[in-house]
């Protein structure tokens, strides 16, 4: 039953994915991300992480997408905005895609050697997840945080009227 | 059968006819209220006081002509109000409606068709998730996009305007909204709607505790809903009729209709979070059994909830709609940093009262 739901969801994911590339209309490109973050979120609660999944769904799918849904709306989609490249940009988004590629595959050989049963069940219940981050990984998630700010603050900066 | 499948089917099926009838009799009392503040008598003529008035709008919007845009988008045309309408009646899942009721194999009707599993108490609520509180934040932060795909998919500048209005007041309003809750959770420790609820036992209601959360919850929530004073994307003096101007027939009712379910559903959370939910003053001493406590219970959280409603039309009709600007500049530069402080101020009361 798991193991269909998880094909169904992976189906659904990796389709929503590919749909997102070959949309000819930002605007659907927009949506079917959505509904790639939705069943990422679904893949979260078939491995017990209910907070994990719900925070997915409302900083990816209800506040992110919302905002590039906004900044699409602004454009002018009916003009065809798609100019030619030159050859040196390709090159470039070619070699640094390829990279991409790279990392993502090294990542998920290394990954793939974790035995499923060493990963605890419930680590993704909000209060062990909350304990893991404010015992363990205090440092790096207070790093995070501060990067946040200064970013935000690096925004407001930029966009701020001498 | 199995019993308690049963029951969670009733609570489920129950759930959603109430959360429909409540709503499509709110667009009645709207009109009623409007009524009584303006001196005039409101709907009278479909059936005694009106009652039958909402039934005849149904029937009127379904009979319309139905209108798509020769430049809209089909698809997305079609997809905004099914959104708003999937997304305003999702939230009703985690509503703590009543108590657990107890119940005997012995006094149940037919009885030896059904198995009963080991438990005997029944929580009256479709789904007790221990992320209630943040499913609801989910539902409401994904609650815009039928707004923006209708708004975007009618090929309408006003239409364009008001969604964009609908998305930026939205995304404003919900952080704000989120850290007055979050001061709740702090005092709760527990992010499950049923708990927040069973600690506000009696008359020891959270209101008491957070008087400035609240008001700042509520602002939220009439902004969320996108009531006046905050109906700016459907601003009809500035936009025509905002997000829904190209929309015809049962798709504008469907958007209507969202309002109203969205507003239920608000008032059901304030009722549940600030106001006690099943909880009423002096419960323990009637004397009375569990199961009675937990029905009357079921009958306060109703009434709580249509105060609430009550509430929220009477704001609608007295206060003018602001400004986009000073819509704005009170979600950023008031409610946030209130909130902050409300939260600061809960972090130390917690603190030193623990």
């Known amino acids: ?162 | 059968m199995e019993f308690a499948l049963l029951f969670k089917i009733l609570i489920v099926v129950g759930v959603f006819v109430l959360t429909l009838l409540v709503a499509l009799y709110s667009t009645w009392a709207e009109r009623k209220v409007s009524a009584i503040m303006q001196d005039r008598i409101g709907p009278n003529r479909a059936g005694p006081f009106g009652l039958l008035q909402p039934l005849a709008d149904g029937v009127k919007m379904f009979m319309k002509e139905e209108i798509i845009p020769g430049q809209a988008n089909r698809a997305l045309f079609i997809l905004g109000p099914c959104l708003a309408m999937l997304t305003a009646g999702m939230t009703s899942a985690i509503i703590p409606w009543g108590d657990v009721i107890t119940i005997n194999p012995e006094s149940v009707p037919f009885s030896e068709y059904f198995t009963f599993g080991e438990s005997k108490t029944y929580i009256v609520q479709a789904a007790d998730i221990n992320i209630g509180i943040l499913y609801a934040f989910g539902v409401v932060s994904v609650g815009v996009y039928g707004i923006m795909i209708g708004g975007w998919a009618s090929n309408n500048k006003y239409s364009l305007l008001g969604a964009i209005r609908a998305s930026s007041q939205m995304i404003s309003y919900e952080l704000a909204m989120g850290l007055s809750m979050i001061a709740v959770i702090m005092m709760t420790g527990s992010l499950s709607v049923r708990e927040i609820v069973e600690q506000q036992d009696g008359f020891n209601w959270n209101i008491w505790y957070q008087p400035l959360g609240f008001i700042i919850f509520l602002i939220c929530a009439f902004a969320e809903t996108n009531r006046a004073p905050f109906d700016l994307p459907e601003c009809e003096t500035e936009l025509i009729g905002g997000y829904h101007t190209e929309y015809s027939s049962m798709k504008l009712g469907f958007f209507l209709f969202a309002e109203y379910f969205n507003m239920f559903i608000s008032c059901a959370i304030i009722a549940a979070v600030y106001f006690g939910g099943y909880n009423f003053p002096f419960m323990h001493d009637l004397g009375l059994s569990d199961n009675a406590i937990a029905i009357i219970g079921i009958f306060v959280f109703l009434g709580k909830v249509i105060f609430g409603i009550l509430f929220f039309m009477w704001i609608r009709w007295t206060l003018p709609r602001f400004r986009y600007d000073q819509l704005m500049k009170l979600g950023w530069q008031i409610l946030i940093p209130l909130a902050i402080v409300n939260l600061l101020f809960t972090g130390l009361g917690i603190i030193v009262f623990k």
């Open chain 1, 1 to 162: 039953m798991l193991l269909y739901l998880f094909y169904i969801l992976s189906a659904i994911t990796v389709g929503c994915a590919l749909l997102t590339i070959f949309s000819k209309n930002p605007v659907y490109s927009v949506l079917f991300v959505i509904a790639t973050f939705f069943s990422i979120a679904g893949h979260f609660i078939l491995l017990n992480a209910q907070f994990l999944a719900i925070v997915q769904v409302i900083v990816y799918a209800g506040a992110i997408m919302v905002l590039f849904l906004t900044v699409l709306m602004y454009l002018n989609l009916n003009k065809s905005v798609e100019s030619s490249k030159p050859l040196l940009i390709k090159i470039a988004a070619m070699v640094s895609g390829g990279l991409l590629f790279l990392v993502l595959i090294a990542s998920f050989k290394s990954g793939l050697s974790i035995a499923p049963t060493s990963v605890r069940g419930d680590a993704g219940l909000i209060k062990n997840l909350g304990n893991t981050l404010f015992t363990e990984y205090l440092f790096p998630f207070e790093a995070t945080a501060v990067l946040f700010l200064s970013t935000m603050a690096g925004a407001i900066t930029l966009t701020r009227k001498k």
